[in-house]
T-cell receptor
């Protein structure tokens, strides 16, 4: 069974379009994350949600908007795509800690390779 | 600001050798540390997690250690196999910011 799944796996689109990437986890975790891996392979956190509430929001353009309909899903919507948005986007999840935050192991999805033309 | 460095950036060794991958942090205030494996075009697989109170973790042929005082972690792979070929990433979580800070990875190639 897939623990953390993302769709689509590949996304090729024109500059200026709006697109969404979906993420689902079946681990029963309370915290979910979105990461961006750039061409140099560095991963940087973009957002983190705990029980459908935003807890980490790094400095990303407001064209990026996460949406969490329930704690098993965290979707990423991107408006007005730009060339620099091309990257691999990873979703992850972890179990909530007692303080509502998590120092626990993170499990990652397979990634979505976004190419903006 | 926490920065993570992984050395070497790339490593190619014959099958069967034991090897060590290194990860170092500029700020030793690390709560826990994870080692991941990334295969080309695929996602990240968590290999080992070293919690705050631990100094090392072992899983099969893999052993990871964490020395907070020096801000260093090593991943030891015993009896390497071609299937071990992948990029290995370390990521540390800070004491208070609950965010993983990542290294750029070590690309490992095991030659048959």
């Amino acid at each position: 069974d897939t623990a953390v799944s993302q769709t689509p796996k590949y996304l090729v689109t024109q500059m200026g379009n709006d697109k969404s990437i979906k993420c689902e986890q079946n681990l029963g975790h309370d915290t979910m994350y979105w990461y961006k891996q750039d061409s140099k392979k560095f991963l940087k956190i973009m957002f983190s949600y705990n029980n459908k509430e935003l807890i980490i929001n790094e400095t990303v353009p407001n064209r990026f908007s996460p949406k969490s309909p329930d704690k098993a899903h965290l979707n990423l919507h991107i408006n007005s795509l730009e060339l620099g948005d091309s990257a691999v986007y990873f979703c992850a999840s972890s179990q909530e800690g007692t303080s509502g935050m998590s120092h626990n192991e993170q499990f990652f999805g397979p990634g979505t390779r976004l190419t903006v033309l | 600001k926490q920065e993570v460095t992984q050395i070497p950036a790339a490593l190619s060794v014959p099958e069967g050798e034991n090897l060590v991958l290194n990860c170092s942090f500029t700020d030793s205030a690390i709560y826990n540390l994870q080692w991941f494996r990334q295969d080309p075009g695929k996602g990240l697989t968590s290999l080992l997690l070293i919690q705050s109170s631990q100094r090392e973790q072992t899983s099969g042929r893999l052993n990871a250690s964490l020395d907070k005082s020096s801000g260093r972690s090593t991943l030891y792979i015993a009896a390497s196999q071609p299937g071990d070929s992948a990029t290995y990433l370390c990521a540390g979580e800070g004491d208070s910011n609950y965010q993983l800070i990542w290294g750029a990875g070590t690309k490992l190639i095991i030659k048959p």
